[in-house]
């Protein structure tokens, strides 16, 4: 056991089991950030049609959803993945078409962001309101920042998207599974098979 001093004077005793979890939870969730970054800045720069920033905005996007469904096990991990999914769709949808019509304006952003708060409310996805309106919110407002082309913002955001959860939910799955090995060899220690 390894003991800490808490912040009202008392001592926390952490097993070693714990610390090795934390710290492999942790380290898996780096390297699949360092993953997603690197994955989608490499697809854009090789695709050449996206300015340099847009490769870092896409890096960071990725690696933004790879931190939103990287969870302590693979069922919630699944389940946030399908969250940011849905929202992500759906903002996708509205920012399309708008994009595709009109030219950013904050009152077409604020305007998506109400629209998909009621559709989300009214299939019963509430839960999906705050991811929707962040996605929704950068989608726009980068599609302000480099208005050439600002339509393919939100394609650009699911594809980014789409390789974070990806990369996300497969450290959750090997998070999941060398866990399952460790304890199933910790058993058959513990009774000498």
């Not at 056991?1 to 004077?9: A, D, K, Q, V």
């Not at 962001?113 to 407002?141: E, F, H, P």
């Not at 599609?143 to 390789?163: C, F, M, N, Y």
Request: glycine share 10%; net charge positive; with cysteine.
């Amino acid at each position: 056991m390894t003991t800490i001093e808490g912040r009202n004077g008392k001592t926390l005793a952490l097993g070693r089991s714990r610390i090795g979890q934390a710290v492999g939870h942790g380290v898996v969730l780096a390297l699949c950030c360092l993953i997603s970054y690197w994955i989608i800045t490499h697809i854009l720069a090789a695709a050449r049609f996206v300015p340099r920033d847009d490769e870092f905005l896409g890096g960071m996007w990725a690696v933004i959803a790879t931190i939103f469904v990287f969870r302590d096990n693979y069922q919630d991990s699944a389940h946030a993945a399908l969250l940011r999914m849905s929202a992500t769709l759906l903002s996708f949808v509205l920012c399309f078409i708008y994009l595709l019509i009109f030219p950013f304006r904050p009152l077409g952003m604020a305007a998506l962001i109400g629209i998909g708060a009621i559709v989300l409310s009214l299939i019963g996805r509430s839960q999906d309101i705050i991811t929707a309106g962040i996605t929704t919110a950068v989608v726009m407002v980068v599609a302000g920042i480099s208005p050439e082309h600002a339509w393919k913002q939100p394609i650009l955001r699911l594809i980014d998207t789409i390789v974070g959860i990806g990369v996300g939910t497969a450290g959750a799955w090997i998070c999941r599974s060398s866990l399952y090995d460790h304890q199933w060899l910790r058993a058959t220690e513990n009774t000498g098979r």
